[in-house]
């Protein structure tokens, strides 16, 4: 993916960098989006810090995870907008 680098930040990949600290994001996210929400919002958040996906999420079913995912990327690939960013 164009954009993406394999650089290794010394000794310890950014990838193994963040994954030891994606738990704790995952928490902060989980409070935030609920203050916004008003409700638990469950969510499943990529990174690509070396080029390799690195992901979390609130849920324990990995499984309707993944189908959620890939709901969302067949929708996506058909032409439907469901991934909304910002890229500020």
């Known amino acids: 993916m164009e954009g993406f680098t ?6 310890q990949s950014a990838n193994q960098k963040i994954d030891e600290k994606l738990a704790l994001v ?4 989980a409070k935030i989006l609920e ?13 690509f810090p070396d080029g390799e ?7 324990n ?6 189908r959620r995912i890939e709901h969302a990327v067949r929708r996506r690939l058909r032409g439907g907008k469901t991934i909304i960013h910002n890229r500020n």
Do not use: C, T
Request: negative net charge; aromatic residues 8%.
């Open 6 to 11: 394999d650089r290794v930040i010394v000794g």
């Open 61 to 66: 079913d990995r499984e309707e995870i993944a």
């Open 26 to 29: 995952a928490g902060d996210l």
């Open 53 to 59: 996906p690195l992901y979390v999420s609130n849920s």
């Open 35 to 47: 203050q916004i929400g008003g409700q638990p919002v469950a969510f499943a958040l990529f990174v």
